[in-house]
């Protein structure tokens, strides 16, 4: 079985060793996944990229909203 190159959507004998021209969607795709690991650097680890290794985002709660007034 062919090992998938990075960017094989609807190509199925697309080859690591196989190059194709990236197209605007590819550049579009590639931006959304750099904004992704820049909120969540945990990603960095499941995409198998190097750096920010140790650092998560922040999942803790925003603050209250409306908090009642101590009279």
């Known amino acids: 079985m062919p090992r998938v190159g990075r960017s094989s959507v609807g190509s199925e004998h697309?080859?690591?060793d196989?190059?194709?021209e990236p197209t605007p969607v590819d550049t579009i795709a590639e931006e959304w996944v750099d904004t992704q690991l820049e909120l969540y650097p945990e990603f960095h680890v499941w995409l198998g990229r190097?750096?920010?290794e140790g650092e998560y985002a922040d999942y803790s709660p925003p603050p209250a909203r409306s908090t009642p007034s101590a009279r």
Request: a positive charge; charged letters at 35%; glycine letters at 12%.
């Open 14 to 16: 697309t080859t690591n």
């Open 18 to 20: 196989q190059k194709r």
């Open 50 to 52: 190097p750096g920010r």
